[in-house]
């Protein structure tokens, strides 16, 4: 899979698009869940803990912390201090990049005050569709290592 980046102009008059522009600073010392301006966030679809290099790439080039569902701490795959949701952290960050998560309402309500969120999903049915402003339906095992590689050129071109 190829994924581009590409920095553009965007000329529109406020009101003629649905996504509102935001400000994202990248800050590459480690994170708090609460502080970040950006959240990288793995559900149980990311299979097993031994997966989670790839997330942790795409933190360290966005400048993101780690978070995650659930299910993925009671797996005992993520420290309990990333567990975001109901009865978790409850977050607003800039960005909310969702892996694999499926978006159930007690997962929804710790991140719903975030102001754009995307989301990576194999089901296109699965409801964190719904409440994502942006959504991707592909596997995270193909989407993530090409977006990192489509991240990290970008970032060089840029430097
Ligand atoms: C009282 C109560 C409180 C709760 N509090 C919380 C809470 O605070 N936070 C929380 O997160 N949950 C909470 N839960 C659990 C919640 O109901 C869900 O069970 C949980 O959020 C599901 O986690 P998940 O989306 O990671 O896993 P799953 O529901 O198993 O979803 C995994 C998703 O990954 C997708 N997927 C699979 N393979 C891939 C792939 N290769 N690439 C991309 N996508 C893939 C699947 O399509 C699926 O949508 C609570 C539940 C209860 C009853």
């Known amino acids: 899979m190829e994924i581009s980046i590409e920095k553009t102009t965007c ?13 994202v600073s990248v800050n590459n010392e480690k994170l708090s869940v609460t502080d970040a ?3 990288v966030s793995g559900g149980r679809g990311m299979k097993s803990p031994e997966n989670w290099g790839m997330l942790e790439e795409t933190a360290e080039l966005f400048g993101a912390a780690l978070c ?19 009865t978790g952290k409850v977050v607003a960050p800039n960005l909310y990049f969702a892996v694999g998560i499926s978006g159930a309402i007690q997962h929804l309500a710790g991140v719903n005050g975030s102001k754009i969120m995307v989301v990576i999903n194999t089901d296109n049915e699965a409801p964190f569709f719904e409440a994502a402003d942006y959504g991707i ?3 995270a095992f193909k989407v993530i290592p090409a977006f990192n590689k489509a991240l990290r050129e970008f970032k060089e071109a840029q430097n």
């Open 137 to 139: 339906v592909g596997d």
């Open 11 to 23: 000329n529109l008059p406020e009101g003629a698009y649905k996504a509102k522009p935001i400000k």
């Open 37 to 39: 301006e950006i959240l």
């Open 68 to 86: 995650c569902s659930r299910p993925v701490t009671d797996l005992d795959w993520r420290p309990h201090h990333e567990h975001v949701g109901q």
